[in-house]
T-cell receptor, first 117, second 113 residues
Framework: AQKVTQAQTEISVVEKEDVTLDCVYETRDTTYYLFWYKQPPSGELVFLIRRNSFDEQNEISGRYSWNFQKSTSSFNFTITASQVVDSAVYFCALSGASGAGSYQLTFGKGTKLSVIP | SQTIHQWPATLVQPVGSPLSLECTVEGTSNPNLYWYRQAAGRGLQLLFYSVGIGQISSEVPQNLSASRPQDRQFILSSKKLLLSDSGFYLC????????????FGPGTRLTVT
């Protein structure tokens, strides 16, 4: 069975601070995919990134960066110089690489980020 | 570019009434389609997915059903709503290959009274 744990339920930061959202996953698959999604107050989930289990390179996209560590089963997300527009619920998700498991995204319960001006 | 639509945006229905939520995708062909429910507490639960017309897989046995009458149309239905069916229903699509990211629609907020 797959499981995604986002231990931080809610985080508040002051604008321009850096913030890291934690994600720990469990899977028996040797190949799998990890994702991050953003859910602003409007409700629509916005895709941010997909990472393959065989690619442990960290990735940076503007103010966003992701740290994937297979040894600790973690896929953490850092926002640098946070802005009010970053306020949202952020979800980490996991899927298998083949068969029926590849169609199912297992989501964590999300971390609600509030950026205070 | 691809676009995904859902309607209605909000719905208030009494217990025991029927339900029909519709989702359509534009700008792609033969997508995989998904229905999720997000109940209070924010967790997302996959309800159904479809890899083609008439092909529906159910992840959670419950009071709901899904149908895919056309390539880019996905419908979520119920004959008799329960209070526990309240929630935020999200439709999503992905490319017709394994493990691609899913793109979500704007959602339908359903309140069963």
């Amino acid at each position: 069975a797959q499981k995604v744990t986002q231990a931080q339920t809610e985080i508040s930061v002051v604008e321009k601070e850096d913030v890291t959202l934690d994600c720990v996953y469990e899977t028996r698959d040797t190949t799998y995919y990890l994702f991050w999604y953003k859910q602003p107050p409007s409700g629509e989930l916005v895709f941010l990134i997909r990472r393959n289990s065989f690619d442990e390179q960290n990735e940076i996209s503007g103010r966003y960066s992701w740290n994937f560590q297979k040894s600790t089963s973690s896929f953490n997300f850092t926002i640098t110089a946070s802005q009010v527009v970053d306020s949202a619920v952020y979800f980490c998700a996991l899927s298998g690489a083949s068969g029926a498991g590849s169609y199912q995204l297992t989501f964590g319960k999300g971390t609600k980020l509030s950026v205070i001006p | 570019s691809q676009t995904i639509h859902q309607w209605p945006a909000t719905l208030v229905q009494p217990v025991g009434s029927p339900l029909s939520l519709e989702c359509t995708v534009e700008g792609t062909s033969n997508p995989n389609l998904y229905w999720y429910r997000q109940a209070a507490g924010r967790g997302l639960q996959l309800l159904f997915y479809s890899v083609g017309i008439g092909q529906i897989s159910s992840e959670v046995p419950q009071n709901l059903s899904a149908s895919r009458p056309q390539d880019r149309q996905f419908i979520l239905s119920s004959k008799k709503l329960l209070l526990s069916d309240s929630g935020f229903y999200l439709c999503a699509w992905s490319r017709d290959s394994d493990s691609y990211e899913q793109y979500f629609g704007p959602g339908t907020r359903l309140t069963v009274t």
